[in-house]
Each structure stands twice: as C-alpha cells, then as structure tokens.
C-alpha cells in the first residue's frame, strides 16, 4: 500500500510511545500529534493523549500550569520538541542565532523546553527539516541541554530523533545519537552530507519499516479525522479524499 | 453595584509608564486595552508574558511601549514568528529577560503566595539560566549534591485581561483559564475587559462560582465588546484569521507596520466588525 | 466507560497498611470508606490532614488504624475537642507531628509540582519548627539576613475524599473544593467515593469543567450515597447533628468509644438513614 | 441604652477595624466575626470580611489556600486569635498543656497561627475567659511567637488583647501588653488578680467606652441577622427578641 511520507513519519514515531500512559504534544506539532494519536488507537495501556493549546476534550489539559506540575509529577511519559537548531549532543536551540543577546535571528523562544527536557522520560525531537543549517556542530543557544552531569536531577532526556531522511537514538551514556535506520530511497552519504555533527552508525543500517496495511487504514481512518480539528490544512494536505 | 466599573479610558490611564504589566498569552488577551495604551502613549512597560505572548507584545513593542520583555517566547503561532519582537531584539531596542514557561508561573505562583523565591527542577546548563542573573542554583537544603535553581517571585504592578463576563459587584467569570487567579493574585493590581456585565452575583451561582475571580482581586473592570478582537474568545467569537495574518505581514517591516497601527489609531475595529 | 469504578471493598484494599493517606477536611470527607478501613483492619496509616481534621480522624486514631498524625490540628469544631487524637497523643500511641495549615498546603503543592521543597514564611520562633526535624531555615537566596523555612513535599500514597458525582469516563466534579486538585496532584493515588455516577463526560460541560478533577488523577471511584454521613456535603445533605454529638460524647472514653465502634461496625447507617 | 456583654466586646474589636480593607475571621468566633460585620455596616472602607470556612457568599474565600495566599500578598488587614493559654509576650498556646509531644493536655493544634501571627498586620487576641489559667507567665507551648528578632520578616503580629474585663494594646518594641481600658463595673486589682502576667497600667485608667445607641443598633438589627447564619445559638442567646 502506498504511503506519503508523513504517514511514515507518523508511523515511525508512534513506534516509540506504544504502552506509555500519557504523550504530550507542543503546539504546531501535526505529526507527532498524529503519531500519539495512533499510539493511543493501537495501545491500549496509552490512556491520554494531551494537546498543548487544545480546548477539545479529552486533549485538552487542566490550564497551562497543568501540563508542568504533570510533568513534575512524573505523570507525563512522552513529550516532543524541535529546534531552530539541534547539535549532536542533542542540545536544542530555539531561541535564535548570533550573538545573545542581540541575535542576528531572533526565533520565539525556549517555551517549556528548559524543563520538560528534564522531566519527560522520552523527549523525541522531530524536525521536517533535515540539513547543516539545522543539524549542527554545537548550537549558538542552548535552550535546553541534552545532557547533564550526573549529580543533577534528571529523570527525562532526549529519546530519538526522527527526520524526513532517517531516525537517531539517543545514548545517553554516549552523549551521542545512534543511527536507528534510514528511510526508504535515502542514503548514508546523503544523511551524512546533511548531517552537521557526528553520529555513531551501525555496521549493516536497516531502512525503516514502512507502515503495514493496518497502520495506514488507522492513520486514515481514526488519526485524521481527529487531527483535522486542530490542523484542518495539515489534514486537507496529506488526505486529501478523507 | 460596583465602584470598580470604568470606562477603557480610565483603564489604560491606570497603567502608567515603566509599570511591570503581567499578560495571559490563551483565548483571554485584551487587545483594545492594548491598542488604548499604545493611543495613550505608554512607554517604558516592563511586560511579562505568561508564559508566551502573541500578538498584543509584538505589537506593543513595535509600537514603542515597551523596554523589557520577560518570555518564555513570543510568536504568532501558525503565522510565523514575532517579527516586531524579533527585530527590537536584534538592535537591542527592548531589553530580553528569556524564561522557560513554568518558570513563569512559578515566579508568579511564588508572589502570589508571598514567597520571595520558589525552586524550580530543569534549567541548569542551558544558556537561558546563564543569562539570568536573577535567577540563582543553590543546594537543595534536604540532599546532599542535589543543585537546584531558585527563581524570584514575580510581583507585577497591573495584571490586564479579556473575559467573557463580570458582574456588577465586582467578580469576573475566567471560565477554564484557571491560571488568570494566579496571575491576578501575584499582581498589585487587576485590570479586566468584559464582554458582557452582568446584573446577577457570578460567586451566587453554584456552577460559576469555582471559575470565578473574586471581586477582592479586580480593580477595574471596562466593558468592552469584541475586546479580544482580532484574537479568540471561547463561546463568543473565532480568530479573526485574515486580520492576523494582516498584521503578521504589515509588522515584517518598520514602515508596513507603522501604516497598519497609523489605521488601527484613526478607528477602532472593536465594536463594527 | 472506565474501569476506575470499583466497589467500596475493592477500594479499602488499596489503602494499605503504612501508607501515607491524605484528607481533606471540608464537606469531601469519606467517612464510609473510613469505616470500612476500621472494618478491614488497617494499620499503622500515616494521616496527612488538610490542613486540619476532624471526626474522621479520631475515628481511625480510635480504632487503632494509625501510626502517625500530620496536622494543623484536629478537633470536632462546635463539638469540642477530638476525644480520641487527644488521648492518643496524650498516651503516646501515635506519632505526633504538627505543622501550621499553610505549611500543609505548602508541602502538597510542592510535590505537586514535583518541587524537592518549598519556602514558607512565618514559624521561625515556633515549638511548631522547633519539633519538626524535617523543617529546615536557609538563608533567603536573594536577600542578606533573611531566614526563612523550608518545608519538605508531602507525597502521599494515597488521596481520599468524597465527592457529590463522578462520570463514566472516571472525571470527578469538585464544587469549590478546589484543595481536591492540590491533593490528587499530590498523591500517587486517588481514591474516590460518591454519590451518583453521571452518564455524560463531566470536562464537556463547559461550566462543569472547572471544578472537574480530570480522570488522569482518578485511580479509583466507588458510588457510596451518603458516603460522607454524618458529615455533610453541600448540595446534597447537611450534618447530622446528632449522631456527631453522639460520637463526640461516646469517644470521650475508649469503652463508650468500643461499643460506639461495634454499633457502626455491625450495621452501615450509610444506606438506611 | 442597656448592652450586654457580648455586645461591648463587639462594639470594643470593631473600634480597631475601622478603615481596614479586608477583615478575617476564624471558625468558632461569633463575638470577632460580630463586630467584623459591625466594622464593615459603619464603615466604608472595609471592602470584605471573610469568615474562614464560611459557604456563604460574601463572607466565603476561595478555598482553604486562599486566606493564606491573600495574608501572603499583604491583602489580609485583621485576623483574629485566641489560644489555651496567652502569655505576656503575646505568645499563644493553642497545642496543648505539659511536656511535648505527650502533653497532659492536647488541645486541636496551631491551625493557622504560626503564619498569620507574622503576615496579617493586626492580629487582634480575644479570650472570653480572663483567668491565671489562660492568661499565664509563659506558655507551655508556642504555637505561634508573639514577637521575633528584628530580621525576622514579620510584617504582622499582634496588636491588642480583648478579655469580659478589659482591653490591652500591645507594644511590640516594648515586647509588652499596656492595658487600654477596663470595662465598666471591673477594677485594677481584678484585672491584676486574674492575669498570670505582669503588663504596663497608665497613670489614669479609662473606662472602656460603652456602645453608643447607634451602634447598638446596628448590632442589633445588621449585624444579628447575620452573624445568625453560621451561629444560630449564639444570636438566640445574645439576641433572643431578634
């Protein structure tokens, strides 16, 4: 069955929350929206899904405070973040580039970040933008580190990271990502080449597994729809006849 | 009947220059207090969103009514980043006082309690702690190694918000924004635009009663119709998309911007839309 | 539907013995779920009551179910003082550590911020501090010779309160109570009795949804009308003035306190009355 | 015009409630929450008065946490405190009699007074019984200090003492009670007699103003209606004709 790439993106992704209980997602986060969404159509044991901003039951939480003191409760198992710019050691930037602080490029800033890369247990980092100019060597800004020394309380981190072009894990021991598999028509040398940091690769690299036939009639049939609530164009785009 | 009535006039003349101005960035942001203060000329605000900010910053920074900004971020959500905010940052125009979001509430939720200080877990080893000077890493007093960041209360001068409905004795209905008590409670004073006001007492109905805000914290409260517009009021009106996106693309540069405010000033969208 | 609904029985059996139990004083008072703790003979409970207590816990004092009391204090209010806590206390069969209320609060809003403590003013000079060797004075971070407490989280195992009514989908509406929040938040587990069990999801209901404990805190809901007799709960029943009168007379000494106990435990007024 | 007792002690607390903005009162306190009503028919200033525990609007707050929130931020004005046994450093003993933990004597417990004493700027002390018994050279207990060391941050504590025989102010440089007033029909050696403390007495004795027959009015008819809701015993034997 065919499948665009955000069905894998979506599918990939949802690999990683299967059996957590609570998944998060930021706001402006389509995919991985639907990725939690699909979590909890195929997993049982994934009993809320929580949409930052959302005002639409059961996805909405208790006010903005809620979200962080769930957190803090450690009753928030999988939460998602992006950057303007993510280095190897999976510190994430979204606060801007140049010198702090009167960057040349001031993006929003680090919102939750700070903590919740702290606290949830499987942070994914999902960017649709795989280059240098995002993967680089060391981030100007760190809005949120990817390690820490060990004396601090950290019971959350960096899981995986996942990409038009490929997935990572994370070693946390390492302070590495690990090359998981590689998407269906890419190439080692065209990660590589769009790759600003280094990264540990595995002597044969599997390509990711396509969504099965019973994956993608979920995506379409029970994600979609409850997706568009929130990202009508989002939905429109990548099913068009639904 | 409630002295705490006036009109948005009298509001805005409450907030005066360098006033630290606390804002709720969800569904209850009063944008026509906002542009009343831009007409009126209010300089040097100290504004502390919570714990982003969208359009109503951007706006007022762009406008020349603000010195400090202390952010978990400010954007325009699906209509891109804060372009007024972005550049004012970038010449060094407004000060920045970057934060992580429940920093925010923390620091507010500490003056709200009268705490000077709160800890607070994450933080340590990001750049958005190493450029807080007033935020401090101490010793968790309970464990041995355990470092730990403490943040200063936040204790804003006027706490300013839309709402759907007040009543004549003061008290405000916030529906599910729970979080505009703690920033009422943290503030010295609370100032609140209304859709609609109402003869009952809100803190008398049995369903109101626990999203309501006592009238002991609101100390001013304007009528104002579509006071949110062009942003979302839950249960009374929808973005206004086009209208944002207007302004998302007039605040990309100096000129385009000051043409759309020069529109905003001469008439008042609020109540003809 | 949720499969948090449980019956009474199964419900006591989650609370086991050594755990740390919550309580909320204020009209949420489980009071047949008390009942049935004596009936299945717990032990050794470590009570946290918020911030103050009453019939409920002299009762499992009395009953030989707890091994230590956290409290602001714990009385019958206009029915005088707490029989059994009193004697208890008095005799040494309990462990006694007393706090102020807001530092009960304080210590659960803590933990449900996963804070590792939090500071609180006043007590410095106290026999209250003084006996409590899990609080501590720091120096105020941010100011010179500013000593102030810090109070450790209070995590519970268990929170427990009576509510007027649940949803299928395990949703609990909570009235003004909004301390019930604090210490669901808190707890790594909420148990809860109630009297009706609704059809509808309570969070869809917009001015339900405020004062509605979300079912991620719920762990366990059972449907007891009359669960909080003789106490009261507003809306639905006042106190029962009498049979609190009668307890406060018969637990002023541990016979008429034994056969006042073996009247409640040979049959459940909870159904009947 | 004839008073009673009842309606002196209120008339006496209200004099210094005039003017202040937000009044709060414990649970079990007729005679404090009385003339806190009193205050607020006479005077306009006072915005709220708040009967801890009450589930009527207006005298209600906003759940347990909020009076402390409120006395945190500086917005309560008047509390009131009573305790098994005062001392004359305005320390209250509301814990129990004998040696901690296992007391002779265990009374409820501190509730909230080892906050209030220090945030709530006139924490008026009021005791129906004027004993040795109550009123004693150093409590056995300090549930909460009447004064602290000057880098304490305490901007409240207590400011006067109301008793069926008299009233005190209390001077918190000095650490010491000074007697304001004797009520009508008591005298020095009475006051000196039942108070196991030594306080300041001034050259001339006033006698404590009787209620004027206006205020005795709206005691009568604003306040009894009242104060009758959460205290029905009380106002039928205070009022009985009311």
């Known amino acids: 069955m065919n499948h665009s790439i955000e069905e894998l993106l979506i599918a990939t992704i949802a690999e990683f929350l299967y059996g957590l209980k609570h998944i998060a997602v930021g706001v402006l986060s389509p995919i991985p929206g639907s990725a939690a969404l699909l979590a909890k159509v195929r997993s049982e044991e994934v009993k809320k899904v929580s949409i930052i901003g959302s005002t639409q039951e059961p996805y909405r939480l208790d006010g903005g405070v809620d979200l962080f003191d769930c957190a803090g409760q450690g009753r928030v198992d999988a939460f998602f973040l992006s950057g303007g710019q993510i280095d190897g050691q999976a510190n994430v930037n979204l606060t801007g580039i140049g010198a702090y602080p009167k960057q040349e490029t001031r993006w929003s800033g680090a919102f939750g970040s700070a903590y919740l890369y702290f606290l949830v247990p499987r942070v994914i980092l999902f960017r649709e933008e795989h280059s240098r100019r995002v993967f680089v060597p060391k981030v100007d800004f760190i809005s949120a580190p990817g390690v820490s020394a060990p004396n601090i309380y950290r019971p959350g981190g960096p899981y995986a990271l996942v990409t038009p072009l490929c997935q990572f894990l994370f070693d946390r021991n390492k302070k590495q990502f690990f090359l998981k598999s590689i998407h269906q028509g890419h190439t080692l040398e065209e990660v590589h080449d769009n790759t600003g940091f280094d990264f540990e690769v595995p002597e044969t690299i599997p390509i990711t597994a396509a969504p099965t036939k019973k994956t993608l009639k979920l995506i379409r049939e029970k994600v979609a729809p409850v997706i568009a609530d929130p990202y009508p164009d989002f939905a429109k785009k990548c099913w068009p006849n639904h | ?273």
């Not at chain 2, 762009?62 to 010195?67: R, W």
């Not at chain 2, 891109?80 to 979001?101: E, N, Y």
């Not at chain 2, 936040?154 to 729970?178: E, K, L, S, T, W």
């Not at chain 2, 990309?252 to 969208?269: A, G, R, V």
């Open chain 2, 1 to 273: 009947m409630n002295s705490s009535i006036v009109s948005l006039s009298e509001m805005a003349k409450q907030i005066k220059n360098g006033h630290k101005v606390v804002l709720f960035k969800d569904c209850s942001v009063p944008m026509e207090l906002g542009r009343t203060l831009i007409k009126q000329g209010t300089k040097d605000l100290h504004l502390v969103t919570v714990p982003t900010g969208s359009m109503l910053p951007d706006m007022l920074i762009g406008a020349g009514c603000v010195a400090t900004v202390e952010t978990s971020g400010v954007s325009l959500g699906e209509f891109g980043l804060a372009p007024q905010f972005g550049s004012a940052v970038k010449s060094g125009r407004i000060k920045i006082l970057d934060a992580t979001c429940p920093a925010i509430y923390a620091g507010l939720q500490a003056a709200e309690k009268g705490l000077p200080f709160i800890p607070l877990r994450g933080l340590i080893g990001s750049d958005v702690l190493k450029n807080r000077e007033d935020f401090r890493v101490i010793d968790n007093p309970f464990m041995e190694n355990d470092p730990i960041v403490v943040l200063p209360a936040i204790a804003p001068d006027v706490a300013i918000f839309h709402a759907g409905m007040a009543d004549v004795y003061g008290n405000v209905y916030i529906a599910r924004q729970a979080e505009l008590k703690i920033i009422s409670h943290a503030a010295t004073k609370t100032l609140v635009t209304v859709e609609e006001i109402v003869d009952f007492n809100i803190l008398e109905q049995p369903e109101l009663a626990p999203a309501a805000l006592s009238a002991m914290y609101v100390d001013g409260i304007a009528l104002v119709p579509n006071g949110a517009w062009p942003l979302n009021l839950p249960g009374y009106y929808d973005y206004d998309r086009s209208s944002i996106k207007a302004y998302a693309v007039a605040a990309e540069n100096d000129s385009s911007f000051k043409t759309w405010l020069e529109t905003q000033n001469s008439s008042s969208k609020v109540n003809s839309h």
